[in-house]
């Protein structure tokens, strides 16, 4: 997920193990894409029937960036990701008849984290189901791994909806 200007809005977290995959054989990974060889000319005597037809989609795959995934950026760079949680909060703020709002960054890692802040209006039920109570007050669900906004945040988000219910959700 980038900014308009190009930034990523995710860093290496410094924490995680770096992936070191470069050469060795791959051919044990099953999410690796096949690599297959045929022989398109019948004529077995040519010169060109001797070097093989060779398509290599594991080869295209890598050049083309597709394969191996290595979704490194997983953690918030909290310069960008801040003025954006900002933004999402006055916008709520906004709009009287809100319901549901959600900022969501699916990462692509073998534990299939996801970033996502998401707001429910009072009385509005969440999609997962709500505790006796939730319902009585706006709230807000942070399903943001470690990372932790800032407390200027959490308080715009007040002001601007009335949040008054923060549930941070580890995975």
Do not use: H
Request: charged content about 30%.
């Amino acid at each position: 997920m980038t900014t308009p200007d190009g930034k990523w809005y995710f860093v290496r977290d410094p924490s995680a193990p770096i992936d070191d995959d470069e050469g060795g054989d791959d051919s044990s990974d099953p999410d690796a894409p096949p690599s297959t060889d045929s022989d398109s000319d019948p004529d077995t005597n040519s010169e060109a029937s001797r070097i093989p037809d060779t398509y290599r989609e594991r080869s295209e795959a890598v050049a083309n960036g597709d394969w191996p995934v290595r979704m490194f950026r997983t953690l918030p760079d909290e310069a960008l990701i801040s003025p954006l949680l900002m933004a999402m909060a006055r916008a709520a703020g906004q709009m009287p008849k809100l319901q549901t709002m959600a900022l969501r960054a699916t990462m692509r890692d073998p534990s299939g984290n996801e970033f996502c802040v998401s707001y429910t209006a009072k009385e509005v039920e969440t999609p997962t189901g709500s505790d006796p109570g939730d319902v009585d007050t706006p709230r807000i669900d942070w399903s943001v791994g470690s990372w932790r906004p800032n407390s200027v945040i959490l308080d715009v988000w007040g002001k601007e909806k009335g949040v008054s219910k923060i549930r941070f959700i580890d995975l």
